[in-house]
């Protein structure tokens, strides 16, 4: 069923209460074909992929391009950078690819570039929220096995989440200090949850292994997009943004994909319950935004689009065309699966042809974006191929759309992002200073960034923001036909 097409116009509706969410199903995966696999062969002629013969091709246009009226800097609302320093104790082991650190990267390099004033910081406070919009979202008997979890760490181990509102505040700073202390270590947890009984709830498994504390970190991180939400509706116009949020994978009774509780999903329910809204969550994570959709797959105020590489060789392995919602919600989740190694022209032409038919249908009165980051060239999970330049368009769109459809109600999350010290600063650098109407064509990644940083990573750290122009994928061709059917079955459904 079609959303309503009058959605601009109607009237304020008394609160329903939400319906039951379906469970998403888990396909198996196997290696993505390599770059190589269908290029052009000896001669001129494109190689047959493993589908047979491609279709007409699609060629985009270069990114970027004047698609809307120039804003002017400074137009709209104000932004908040959301962040509390305790958000790195989100951390699973040394080992584990998901670290919070990384917040400490991109903190100093905002400080460094002096794009951040202190009256744009506001910290999240969890002594000022209970847990009843968190279990909106989560069962009851999961959050408690969550938080049995996290009590079996070190004995005698201090609340990690300060009980009274402005402690904690501090943006950055944390130092090396910070990152020694949240060092994991492995343990059980205490009765009445037996490890056989967690692993049910998806907790210490190898993507979500249990830590000390987990549950006040991973309410920290609900706190803190619930924060954002709030902001958004109590100040017209404005932006926020939250980077230690955008963990899309949770399920109401299951961690999964490195996410204890799902943040995003928590701070639309909110959203619905509070203030009746139709909301916009859009997905840029390389992953498939699955709990997000799952959790609202039977609401139709929530329309959820998920721009990702392909779930055959990827986590989570959902995400294909055809899962587009049940009952009155079908047709508002939207996937647009991507071939691996897609680069930056194709995803973003694609990307805006989506986002600009999603918004004219659906009307949102709000939006909430993740930014995952790790559809990055480098990042050492995914398979895709996109370059800071497609992160500095990606939130300039979302940007421009969010003010021209919905008021400027914009509330922007992380997410995904495994090159930590390469990809993710600059990457959500680009994504605040869009939000914060500082937008950045390129800069120089200040010596103060790189003197701190350069002797803890493992490769050298890039100097620009902009990263250089890659070597083409060989297999460009095939990929951006293959491309061109997905996008063509996605307008279809959003005719």
Same mark, same amino acid.
């Not at 205490?190 to 490890?195: H, N």
């Given at each position: 069923?079609?959303?309503?097409?009058?959605?601009?116009?109607?009237?304020?509706?008394?609160?329903?209460? &939400?319906?039951?969410?379906?469970?998403?199903?888990?396909?198996?995966?196997?290696?993505?074909?390599?770059?190589?696999?269908?290029? /052009?062969?000896?001669?001129?002629?494109?190689?047959?992929? &493993?589908?047979?013969?491609?279709?007409? #091709?699609?060629?985009?246009?270069?990114? &970027?391009?004047?698609?809307?009226?120039?804003?002017?800097?400074?137009?709209?609302?104000?932004?908040?950078?959301?962040?509390?320093?305790?958000? !790195?104790?989100?951390?699973?082991?040394?080992?584990?690819?998901?670290?919070?650190?990384?917040?400490?990267?991109?903190?100093?390099?905002?400080?460094?570039?002096?794009?951040?004033?202190?009256? *744009?910081?506001?910290?999240?406070?969890?002594?000022?929220?209970?847990?009843?919009?968190?279990?909106?979202?989560?069962?009851?008997?999961?959050?408690?096995?969550?938080?049995?979890?996290?009590?079996?760490?070190?004995?005698?181990?201090?609340?990690? !989440? /300060?009980?009274?509102?402005? *402690?904690?505040?501090?943006?950055?700073?944390?130092?090396?200090?910070?990152?020694?202390?949240?060092?994991? +270590?492995?343990?059980?947890?205490?009765? #009445?949850?037996?490890?056989?009984?967690?692993?049910?709830?998806?907790?210490?498994?190898?993507?979500?292994?249990?830590?000390?504390?987990?549950?006040?970190?991973?309410?920290?991180?609900?706190?803190?997009?619930?924060?954002?939400?709030?902001?958004?509706?109590?100040? &017209?116009?404005?932006?926020?943004?939250?980077?230690?949020?955008?963990?899309?994978?949770?399920?109401?009774?299951?961690?999964?994909?490195?996410? !204890?509780?799902?943040?995003?999903?928590?701070?639309?329910?909110?959203?619905?319950?509070?203030?009746?809204?139709?909301?916009?969550?859009?997905?840029?994570?390389?992953?498939?935004?699955?709990?997000?959709?799952?959790?609202?797959?039977? *609401?139709?105020?929530?329309?959820?689009?998920?721009?990702?590489?392909?779930?055959?060789?990827?986590?989570?392995?959902?995400?294909?065309?055809? +899962?587009?919602?049940?009952? #009155?919600?079908?047709?508002?989740?939207?996937?647009?699966?991507?071939?691996?190694?897609?680069?930056?022209?194709?995803?973003?032409?694609?990307?805006?042809?989506?986002?600009?038919?999603?918004? *004219?249908?659906?009307?949102?009165?709000?939006?909430?974006?993740?930014?995952?980051?790790?559809?990055?060239?480098?990042? #050492?999970?995914?398979?895709?191929?996109?370059?800071?330049?497609?992160?500095?368009?990606?939130?300039?769109?979302?940007?421009?759309?969010?003010?021209?459809?919905?008021?400027?109600?914009?509330?922007?999350?992380?997410?995904?992002?495994?090159?930590?010290?390469?990809?993710?600063?600059?990457?959500?650098?680009?994504?605040?200073?869009?939000?914060?109407?500082?937008?950045?064509?390129?800069?120089?990644?200040?010596?103060?960034?790189?003197?701190?940083?350069?002797?803890?990573?493992?490769?050298?750290?890039?100097?620009?923001?902009?990263?250089?122009?890659?070597?083409?994928?060989?297999?460009?061709?095939?990929?951006?036909?293959?491309?061109?059917?997905?996008?063509?079955?996605?307008?279809?459904?959003?005719?």
């Amino acid at each position: 069923m079609r959303p309503s097409e009058d959605a601009g116009a109607r009237e304020t509706r008394p609160l329903r209460p &939400p319906s039951p969410e379906p469970p998403s199903s888990r396909p198996g995966r196997t290696d993505p074909p390599g770059p190589n696999v269908g290029a /052009p062969e000896p001669g001129g002629k494109a190689a047959p992929g &493993p589908d047979g013969p491609p279709p007409a #091709p699609f060629s985009p246009k270069p990114w &970027p391009r004047p698609i809307w009226p120039a804003r002017p800097v400074g137009s709209g609302g104000r932004a908040v950078l959301i962040h509390h320093p305790d958000l !790195i104790r989100y951390r699973f082991h040394d080992e584990h690819p998901f670290d919070q650190r990384r917040l400490l990267l991109v903190l100093d390099l905002l400080e460094a570039l002096g794009l951040v004033a202190p009256e *744009e910081r506001l910290a999240p406070d969890p002594s000022a929220w209970d847990e009843e919009p968190l279990l909106r979202v989560h069962g009851a008997r999961y959050v408690e096995a969550v938080k049995a979890a996290g009590r079996g760490g070190r004995a005698g181990t201090p609340p990690l !989440i /300060p009980g009274t509102a402005g *402690e904690g505040t501090e943006m950055a700073g944390a130092g090396d200090a910070a990152v020694d202390e949240v060092e994991a +270590e492995p343990h059980t947890a205490p009765a #009445p949850f037996s490890a056989d009984a967690l692993l049910d709830y998806g907790l210490g498994t190898e993507d979500v292994p249990i830590f000390p504390g987990m549950h006040e970190v991973a309410f920290l991180t609900v706190v803190g997009a619930l924060t954002g939400a709030r902001y958004i509706m109590d100040h &017209p116009g404005h932006h926020a943004v939250f980077l230690g949020g955008g963990l899309h994978h949770a399920f109401p009774h299951k961690a999964s994909g490195f996410c !204890i509780y799902n943040d995003a999903a928590v701070a639309i329910r909110y959203l619905l319950d509070r203030y009746d809204v139709r909301v916009l969550y859009i997905d840029t994570d390389a992953h498939h935004g699955d709990g997000v959709q799952a959790i609202f797959y039977r *609401e139709p105020r929530v329309m959820t689009v998920s721009i990702h590489e392909t779930g055959r060789y990827l986590f989570p392995g959902t995400g294909h065309v055809t +899962e587009r919602g049940e009952g #009155p919600a079908f047709g508002t989740k939207v996937n647009v699966p991507l071939e691996p190694f897609t680069e930056d022209d194709d995803y973003l032409a694609i990307l805006e042809r989506v986002l600009v038919a999603a918004f *004219e249908r659906f009307r949102p009165d709000v939006v909430v974006s993740q930014h995952g980051v790790d559809a990055h060239r480098y990042d #050492p999970l995914t398979h895709l191929a996109l370059s800071t330049r497609a992160y500095r368009a990606i939130p300039r769109l979302i940007h421009t759309l969010a003010d021209t459809y919905a008021g400027g109600r914009w509330l922007a999350l992380g997410g995904g992002g495994y090159d930590l010290f390469r990809v993710v600063p600059r990457a959500w650098t680009f994504l605040w200073a869009e939000a914060a109407h500082r937008p950045l064509v390129d800069a120089e990644v200040p010596a103060v960034f790189l003197d701190r940083w350069q002797k803890k990573a493992p490769v050298p750290l890039p100097r620009r923001l902009l990263d250089p122009p890659f070597p083409p994928i060989p297999r460009r061709k095939a990929i951006r036909e293959k491309n061109a059917v997905v996008l063509k079955r996605v307008l279809e459904f959003l005719r």
